[in-house]
């Protein structure tokens, strides 16, 4: 099966236009005459140019073991992320094609089981774990998305809008590739008092590059304002978030007694907090669902 026949969806980068297969895996695209290669097994959609990306690349190839061997392997930080993507999994439908954006070693694949699921993401060491999870995988960039227009159900950006040196141009090109009246779920780092120093402070390590920030609720519903119908926010992640969650960046509780009996407590007290008015808002993580317009 060539990899059109799997990801139909699959367009010239550059113009949108439909593409042809060739034997040795290539694609052809007739309208700007490029050829996109295959890469370790990928097909490489992203184009020339790509120099503004550089970093952003190095640092997400180096770190893709450290999501594979400690954040998404520690017990209780795998069963974090899995509430996690059940929250984004439960708000949209479950059946038609799904992107997952941005979708790292493929944490995600492995909590959406029934659904026909793409993942794109800018990382080919990424995408080497995420093969284990799935087959239909895109090395490309989200700011320049490699499919025709209007053919997704859903799609999720868990932790992507905050990379990227140009968030609308992503936003715009979401809009583009959902169906109207298709739904987006974007979970992110949201700005608040409790993620401003650690963000500060972390983009000055290696997990991070310069272009990481956190974006507040305004920002967030600024860039999708255009062309979503905003359907609901949901500010999540204050305790248990950074003591579960991230266990590759911070791994103190690793070192905590009583683990089975204080990870229910996290989440408990969490749980809590996200229900208070005002104080709700000075979470690590914001979610927001989005219906397209167009
Ligand atoms: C914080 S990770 C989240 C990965 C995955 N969604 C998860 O939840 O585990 C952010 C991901 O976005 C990818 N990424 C960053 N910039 C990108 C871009 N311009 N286009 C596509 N993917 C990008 C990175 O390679 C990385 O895998
Ligand atoms: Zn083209």
């Not at 970093?55 to 061997?69: F, G, L, N, P, R």
């Not at 990382?123 to 995420?130: D, Q, R, T, V």
């Not at 972390?202 to 310069?210: D, I, M, Q, R």
């Not at 304002?225 to 690793?254: C, Q, S």
Request: aromatic share 10%; glycine share 6%.
């Amino acid at each position: 099966m060539n990899i059109l026949e799997r990801i139909p969806e699959l367009a010239c980068t550059i113009c949108k236009k439909p593409l042809d297969a060739n034997a040795d895996g290539s694609l052809h695209c007739s309208g700007c005459n490029k050829t996109y290669q295959t890469q370790n097994g990928f097909i490489n959609m992203l184009t020339d140019g790509m120099q503004r990306f550089a970093e952003e690349i190095a640092v997400q190839d180096s770190v893709a073991v450290e999501y594979e061997q400690k954040r998404y392997q520690k017990p209780y930080a795998r069963r974090y992320h899995n509430w996690w993507t059940e929250q984004m999994a439960k708000r949209v439908k479950s059946e038609g094609r799904f992107l997952d954006n941005g979708c790292g070693t493929g944490l995600l694949f492995e909590n959406l089981h029934n659904s026909k699921i793409v993942g794109l993401d800018i990382s080919s060491e990424m995408l080497k774990y995420a093969r284990q999870h799935c087959n239909e995988l895109v090395l490309g960039n989200s700011q320049q998305l490699p499919f025709v227009n209007d053919c997704f159900d859903v799609v999720f950006c868990r932790s992507l809008i905050h990379h990227l040196p140009k968030p609308q141009l992503a936003i715009d090109e979401i809009s583009r590739v959902l169906k109207v009246g298709g739904e987006a779920v974007f979970v992110d780092t949201n700005c608040s008092l409790l993620s401003a120093l650690p963000r500060m402070i972390a983009n000055k390590g290696e997990h991070f590059s310069e272009d990481h920030k956190n974006l507040t609720r305004k920002e967030m519903t600024k860039l999708l304002e255009p062309n979503f119908k905003i359907d609901e926010i949901m500010y999540f992640g204050y305790i248990a978030y950074p003591l579960l969650g991230f266990p590759d960046i911070v791994n103190i509780f690793e070192h905590i007694p009583f683990k089975s009996a204080i990870e229910p407590t996290l989440m408990f007290i969490d749980n809590v907090i996200s229900r208070i008015p005002l104080l709700r808002t000075q979470s690590w993580a914001i979610l927001v669902k989005a219906t397209n317009r167009g």
